[in-house]
């Protein structure tokens, strides 16, 4: 295998992971981390201009182009923003300079997990890699060793494992529906293999092994009833994580969800995953839209958030169709970064305040009127008002459905709906009303902040062409 | 597949079956860990017995992994945290055996109908060992949920393992990077487990997941 861009993007947050683990002091390290990320998106960015070829181990296809150029931009967003937040930890005494080595070896693993599942052209390779990025993210949801952070890791560990193990069964059930068709060996694992011949599986078996990679995966998109794990870990773990999480990483294993939805639809006999999905993705949505009445936590009520949002994601890919397809795609990038957007904001707001509390915060935009704003900014483009980016994909997600179904359309809206007053009730009681809480200035980094924010208000107003045509290709390629 | 390598290898997947069934039952850890070799024990010679009848050697090392590292370094290792933490005579069904018991046999059952169902047309060795595969699954699932203390969990979710093992193997041909890549996922496992179980142990000085569970949401 040639070295290439593709090999690059494994290569480098490999090679960073060892160096940060070696190297002392935390200010270099977190420089470092943010160098390594950057470097890792102009590699991503670089496949726009030279494609590499797919070999049987990586591939490159226009799908996972878009995942992995998301993934690296908001990882690189997220170092920087990490590098802010790392700094003011240590000065609470809340991380210790050896944990912080640890932190930053793990986010170029999990960096290196992500590329890896997204590139893989092998279901057991991306099966290896996706359990990889739950390994470590696990373990960086811990690293805080409070009571709560530990529970918060152990319930992901458990109920992570199991999705993963669920996983791994639906991934031999296609081996065993391939191996007779391809031949048995290493070639009956390779996707490229499997798309080709997938019309002569043997149906049943697929049928199965959707269900179980459905729930498998399913479990790590955070679809109800499998989230448990979700709110917890993206609350008690340090906030860069739970932008990643968030933004990255149930993204990650949607790609997977997406990757054996085609296979089936190019096998006519199988069932049509499409219902599968949009009930799944409808029950979430509806559910994660209830539960934001009740939240305490900022973090949390932003946590049941992505739920909502995921559950939105599933069902447009599940109605599926060009139109379905590509609001789905479109919902999703602007989800990861208005999502990481706020995060960041989050982050900077619990550690002025000292406290996750919904109930402790409030009269934010007075007190600390850029970071309050930026909320405010923030939950006005995720709940999809007009005219950010996320109201036109949530639009297009409703109006594409209400055509073909018009029942299940009323319901999607209602659920925005429902979500939309849940999360300005809230938005009401932090930003604005009576100041609580400590007022001291922020150290805040703004620029990924802003960045985010700003690449969200221009989709919603005007998509360059170039980036219209990428998602139409893929939409037509996912059926 | 023919005569008595199939009956062979159909006894051993039944094996496993039967000991996940003991594992259900077993109310005290000490006992539990034993079981859980046995479990590991039978895995070993399944798989040996697979990569004799396919001639497939790199299954042998498989079955190397399933014996050193399940049927001994872990039981040991379990053993040694159990009784360092004074918690071998516990006792931490939530439910009833006997609920226990029907709730697994319902899940075998499942298991038989969805998996030779839908494997019609498999060859028959392959058939059998899946749907003996997706109830050791089920079964290790079953554990998990019934039980309260954080090692018997682990241990449910490694039986979990033994049972995806189990497919892999019946699976013929699957390539190699697959079977090293379970052995290696519950490797880490194990790490992370142990991490997290020396972790509890500092804060909370026990391994009930009770213990865990003041923690809930927002009640607080």
Known sequence: MTFDALSALLVIPAVSAAVLAILPGYRLTARLNVVAALLTFLTSLSLFVVQPTSGDYLLLDDLNKIFIVLTTFVAFTTSMFSASYIGHEIEIGRLTPNFLRFYHAMYQVLMFAMNLALTANNIGLMWVAIEMATLTTVLMVGIYRTHEALEAAWKYFILGSVGIALALFGTILIYMAAGPVIGEGLGAMVWTNLVQHAAKFDAPLLNVAFVFLLLGYGTKVGLAPLHAWLPDAHAEGPTPISAVLSGLLLNVALYALLRFKMLLALAPAAIAPGPLMVTMGLISCLFAAFMLYRRRDIKRLFAYSSIEHMGIIVFAFGMGGPLANFAGLLHMTMHSLTKSAIFYAVGHIAQVKGTQKIADLGGLTVTHPVLGWSLVAGVVAIAGLPPLGIFMSEFLVVSSTFAREPVLAVLLGLGILIALGGLFLRLSQVAFGEPRGPTGPAHASYVPLFAHLGIVACAGIYLPPALVSDFENVARLLG | ?220
Do not use: C
């Open chain 2, 1 to 220: 597949m023919h005569g008595i390598s199939f009956d062979i290898a159909h006894m051993l997947a039944g094996s496993l079956v039967l000991v996940s069934f003991l594992q259900l039952y077993q109310d005290r850890l000490s006992a539990l860990i034993n079981t859980f070799a046995v479990h590991a024990l039978v895995l070993t010679a399944s798989v040996a017995w697979q990569a004799y009848v396919q001639h497939a050697p790199h299954l042998y090392i498989t079955a190397v992994i399933a014996l050193v590292f399940k049927a001994i370094i872990i039981p040991v290792a379990l053993r040694r945290i159990v009784i360092k933490l004074g918690i071998h005579r516990e006792i931490d069904n939530v439910v009833g055996v006997g609920l226990a018991m029907l709730a697994g046999i319902g899940l075998v059952a499942l298991s038989m109908v969805v998996m030779l169902r839908v494997t019609a047309e498999a060859d028959p060795l392959a058939r059998e060992d899946l749907a003996f595969a997706l109830s050791v699954v089920l079964l290790g699932l079953l554990m998990m949920v019934t039980r309260r203390n954080a090692v018997s969990q682990v241990i449910g979710f490694m039986s979990l393992e033994n049972g995806l093992v189990l497919a892999a193997t019946g699976a013929k041909g699957m390539p190699l990077v697959v079977e090293i890549s379970v052995a290696f996922s519950v490797l880490i496992a194990f790490i992370v487990i142990g991490i997290f179980l020396f972790r509890i142990r500092e804060r909370f000085d026990t391994v009930d997941v009770q213990a865990l569970d003041r923690f809930r949401g927002e009640r607080r």
